[in-house]
């Protein structure tokens, strides 16, 4: 005789410890996602990711660097672009301003590096690009200059910029030497230093990095180098001219690095650097850690991987981290003709995710809030939950963030054949409810249905901070528990996916899921 089915339920916590890639499908904990798509983790739940304001519109071309210069008081900061041309200043919302001509034109001009720095001379921001050099600009005088510098090499020569330890080093195009200046000094005599013979497997200088590992800036302070054979190299000391007090802390290779030289975040004690292989932890490196420990990105690795298999070579890959939203970044140049997507590691849980509908080709914090410059012309500003706003606030044009969670897979402890019955997903809102659409997925599935039923948003009674916990849960006020749309299928593993759009604040706390099990095949 058939066994009689059997209906089972569960409650499914909101993933926050973010896509799981790595470890068995089978084996995932409920914090943990199939699939996770434009979430951030925070507030108990996962919500949407920011959306975008335009800032600057009309560019002559796209932005290639954002230069942020934090001055001696706020009415002293400046924002500026560099576009093939030349640098223009960006600063007011919605004006640009051409502030220096580039002698070079050309495919490399306008992708540079930048550094604040400050001295007795003043406060200055420097810059450096494959085509045009090192460049300054100066608080005092509010201009941009090319220092002048002597000893064997021109501001021309330049195409990277570090201030370490109250000196500026310069990193010479297509060289493994670097230049060091005077202390406190922005121009003037240079002296070399090859990091050539400390590179094991050869190759150019990429750039120079500061590591603070005692959290704040003093003598634990090390110089971190990057050649394009794959060798990382890690310096102490202060007199790069004194071999006994200036001495190699550590020496690694670790296959290869992505085009371009942006490639090293600081993130409180920890440097994080772009390879190849995944985001790896130059603490973890320095402390021995083994290879599968080494990377930040250990459950994103068949993804990020393959990403880089295709992409390695494209320019655009570059870190940020996101102040108001603690996520850091990581910025893919895109493939031809394909979707871009960015890996967005949250900062409290570390949980990633990974993000779509964002063109960005470069981006940069100022004054607290990140901005990114798109590939037709547009420099825009990550803020609120709507994509696309106007310069103006118009939201004419503008659209909700799409969001999609994937939950962990379920066998519910047995090897029966399930059916999916019901879904009800829960959110905590701000001042809009969700539009919202529930689907099933069997057996390992990661695929995205493109048939939903999505339900519309509606006004919320609910306030932020007024509500109590669980009267403030959409589904919990209202009741709505929906038959599953597009729950086609049978296996004996199941998931629950969720898709979420808002006006507002929406947090996915839960997802409630029933299934009817039958006999095991």
């Known amino acids: 005789m058939p066994r009689p089915s059997i209906l089972r339920d569960a409650n ?71 576009l093939d041309a030349g640098i223009y200043d960006i600063t007011a919302s919605g004006t640009n301003t051409l502030v220096y001509t580039f002698p070079v034109v050309g495919a490399q001009s306008g992708k540079g590096v930048a550094a604040s720095y400050a001295s007795t001379a003043g406060r200055f921001l420097l ?113 790069p001219a004194i071999d006994t007090t200036f001495n190699i802390v550590g020496s690694w290779n670790v296959g290869a690095f992505p085009a371009g030289r942006r490639l090293c975040k600081s993130n409180g004690g920890d440097l994080l650097i772009l390879t190849t292989q995944g985001l790896l932890n130059l603490e973890k490196l320095l402390n021995g850690a083994d290879d599968a420990a080494l990377y930040d990105t250990r459950k994103l690795r068949p993804l990020f991987v393959s990403t880089m298999q295709t992409q390695r070579t494209l320019d655009g890959w570059e870190l940020e981290i996101l102040p108001q939203d603690a996520v850091l970044l990581v910025n893919t140049p895109g493939p031809a003709g394909g979707v871009q997507e960015q890996f967005a590691l949250s900062l409290s849980s570390q949980g990633w995710s990974r993000w779509r509908g964002l063109d960005i080709f470069t981006m940069t914090t100022w004054q607290g809030q990140v901005y990114f410059a798109t590939r037709t012309g547009t420099v825009c500003r990550l803020t609120g939950y709507l994509d696309n706003v106007a310069l103006d606030g118009s939201t004419l044009a503008a659209k909700e963030v799409e969001c999609w969670a994937l939950h962990a897979y379920t066998t519910g402890g047995n090897t029966r054949r399930k059916q999916v019955r019901m879904m009800k997903p829960y959110f905590r809102t701000l001042s809009a409810q969700p539009s919202v659409a529930t689907f099933a997925r069997y057996d390992y599935d990661t695929t995205l249905p493109n048939d939903l039923s999505v339900s519309s948003g509606v006004a919320s009674s609910a306030l932020w901070g007024v509500a109590q916990w669980g009267q403030a849960l959409w589904g919990a006020s209202e009741g709505v528990a929906r038959r599953v749309k597009g729950a086609k299928g049978i296996g004996t593993a199941v998931s629950a996916g969720v898709y979420w759009k808002s006006l507002g604040r929406a947090v996915l706390i839960e997802t409630a899921i029933w299934w009817e099990e039958g006999g095991a095949l």
């Open 12 to 82: 499914l916590p909101s993933p926050v410890n973010g896509m799981n890639l790595a470890d068995p499908a089978s084996a995932l904990p409920a914090s943990e996602a199939a699939l996770l798509l434009n979430t951030v983790s925070g507030e108990g739940g996962l919500m949407a990711r920011p959306g975008f304001q335009e800032h600057a519109t009309a560019l002559p071309s796209n932005a290639r660097s954002l230069l942020a210069f934090h001055g001696s008081e706020q009415g002293e900061d400046r924002f500026f672009a560099a």
């Open 127 to 239: 810059y450096a690009d494959e085509s045009n050099g090192y460049l300054r600009y100066s608080q005092a005088s509010h201009d941009w200059v090319a220092p002048t510098l002597s000893g064997g090499v021109t501001a021309a020569d330049i195409v990277f910029v570090l201030p370490w330890k109250n000196r500026v080093w310069l990193v010479e195009k297509n060289s493994s030497t670097a230049w060091y200046l005077d202390l406190e000094a922005i121009q003037g005599a240079a002296t070399p230093f090859d990091f050539g013979r400390h590179f094991k497997r050869g190759g150019y200088l990429i750039g120079l990095w500061n590591w603070t590992r005692d959290g704040g800036s003093g003598a634990d302070d090390k110089l971190v180098a990057l050649s394009s054979g794959g060798d990382i190299v890690v310096f102490e000391g202060t007199d």
